[in-house]
């Protein structure tokens, strides 16, 4: 039906089937990818590619969160702590502004 909402169970179910018929899906059901899995790494690769390109994360947060259906900006922030590589870009991008204010 077009123009209807998603079910989880329904979206959860098809993601599965996809899984199988590409070859993904296997025994053990904690090895099987989720959709969330998905969702994480696009976060998680929009942030970088923001901080490599030099972007402004603070105006940038906003749609990250909006598109993941955050109902708080905040909630989104946490995805620069789950990261290593997103922690080091975050902290290097505080000192280089806390370096600017001091000269």
Known sequence: ???????SSVVRENFHLFCRKIGIDTADPTDCPRIHDFRHRFAVESLLRWYRNGEDIERRMPL??????????????????VCPELRGLAVNRFEQRWEETDE
């Open 1 to 7: 039906m077009v123009g209807t909402r998603l079910f």
């Open 64 to 81: 990250l969160s909006t598109y993941l259906g955050h109902v708080h900006v905040d909630d989104t922030y946490w995805y620069l702590t």
